[in-house]
Each structure stands twice: as C-alpha cells, then as structure tokens.
C-alpha cells in the first residue's frame, strides 16, 4: 500500500507519518526539503516565497 500525505507547511504531516507508521507499522518516506532554494527565503518573508516553496 502507498499513502500519500500533503499540506501546507508546519501542519503537522511528519507527525501524522511518524504515527501512521507506528501504529500501522510500515515504513515511512520523508521528501527532502535541503535542496529546496527557497525554505530560507519562506522563513525570511513567508508572504513572498510561500508559493514558490509549495510549487518547487
């Protein structure tokens, strides 16, 4: 089975994961968020780079 979580930022999607995971015990797959070129930038002026992160 896959299961796809999504949401905005700081919502709380690793937390789901770390739970759906224990309690259904299956492994879990975290998207790397390093390379993205503008979480520095969203957490500088999140109004400006919102968009840009979700979309990178």
Known sequence: MNL???GNIGVG????T????QDLGFSA?????????YLS???????RWSFNLQIY
């Open 41 to 47: 930038d969203f957490y500088t002026n999140m109004s």
């Open 18 to 21: 770390e739970k759906l995971s």
């Open 4 to 6: 796809g979580i999504a």
């Open 13 to 16: 999607k690793t937390t789901l």
């Open 29 to 37: 797959i975290y998207e790397s968020v390093i390379d993205n070129p």
